[in-house]
Nanobody, 116 residues
Framework: QVQLVESGGGLVQPGGSLKLSCVVSGSRFRFNFWGWYRQAPGKQRELVAGVTAAGSTNYDGSVKGRFTISRDNAKNTVYLQMNNLRPEDTAVYYC??????????WGQGTQVTVSS
């Protein structure tokens, strides 16, 4: 079973930055479409950014221009650089494959809190 270990979250003031990392176990990392998701209290989990095996990226409109997703296939790692953070970005952030049906297994996630 794939293991997903997210890190890099924390408490930051509005306008601040954080960089999240996700280390993925397994040899098929480089072939898959990976994304960062988030789940705020009382809300459904949503996909905010994705990066294909070829390196193409896409973003939800709420984070476009502020977040940057990237991947390092040599390290089996997906990153999410988050700039100009807003209180509404507060959530638990997870990484996982982007596919249908949605993955059944998820990691622990990393908490991001944006507050003054």
């Amino acid at each position: 079973q794939v293991q997903l270990v997210e890190s890099g979250g924390g408490l930051v003031q509005p306008g601040g930055s954080l960089k999240l990392s996700c280390v993925v176990s397994g040899s098929r990392f480089r072939f898959n479409f990976w994304g960062w998701y988030r789940q705020a209290p009382g809300k459904q989990r949503e996909l905010v950014a994705g990066v294909t095996a070829a390196g193409s990226t896409n973003y939800d409109g709420s984070v476009k221009g502020r977040f940057t997703i990237s991947r390092d296939n040599a390290k089996n790692t997906v990153y999410l650089q988050m700039n100009n953070l807003r209180p509404e970005d507060t959530a638990v952030y997870y990484c996982n494959e982007v596919r249908k049906p949605a993955p059944a297994f998820w990691g622990q996630g990393t908490q991001v809190t944006v507050s003054s």
